[in-house]
Nanobody, 123 residues
Framework: QVQLVESGGGLVQAGGSLRLSCAAS????????MGWFRQAPGKEREFVAA????????LYTDSVQGRFAISRDNVKNTLYLQMISLKPEDTAVYYC????????????????WGQGTQVTVSS
């Protein structure tokens, strides 16, 4: 079992930057592909980015490509999401998730979820 705790969210002006972190418990972090998802008020949860178990492969949704960067540190058991050039439409609760299977954009493939961290981008 993996427990995930996100941090790093907050209020930022449009064009600003934030770095989200997701700390994972246990010794099996490197066995999981990891992903970031987000959910805005009144909208369904959507895929943001994912990274393979080794960190060698990454996926992004089109709307964040070139602005967000997902990374992981398998020694520190931590997942990151560096976000730059933030836009008001990036406002959402951001969740990290762990997937014991292969890299995936589908939230249904993920086995464990954090509690989320709020990101608010003002215009």
């Amino acid at each position: 079992q993996v427990q995930l705790v996100e941090s790093g969210g907050g209020l930022v002006q449009a064009g600003g930057s934030l770095r989200l972190s997701c700390a994972a418990s246990g010794r099996t972090f490197s066995r999981y592909a990891m992903g970031w998802f987000r959910q805005a008020p009144g909208k369904e949860r959507e895929f943001v980015a994912a990274i393979s178990k080794s960190g060698g492969v990454t996926l992004y949704t089109d709307s964040v490509q070139g602005r967000f960067a997902i990374s992981r540190d398998n020694v520190k058991n931590t997942l990151y999401l560096q976000m730059i050039s933030l836009k008001p439409e990036d406002t959402a609760v951001y969740y990290c998730a762990a997937n014991f299977g292969p890299l995936s954009e589908s939230d249904g493939e993920y086995d464990y979820w954090g509690q989320g961290t709020q990101v608010t981008v003002s215009s």
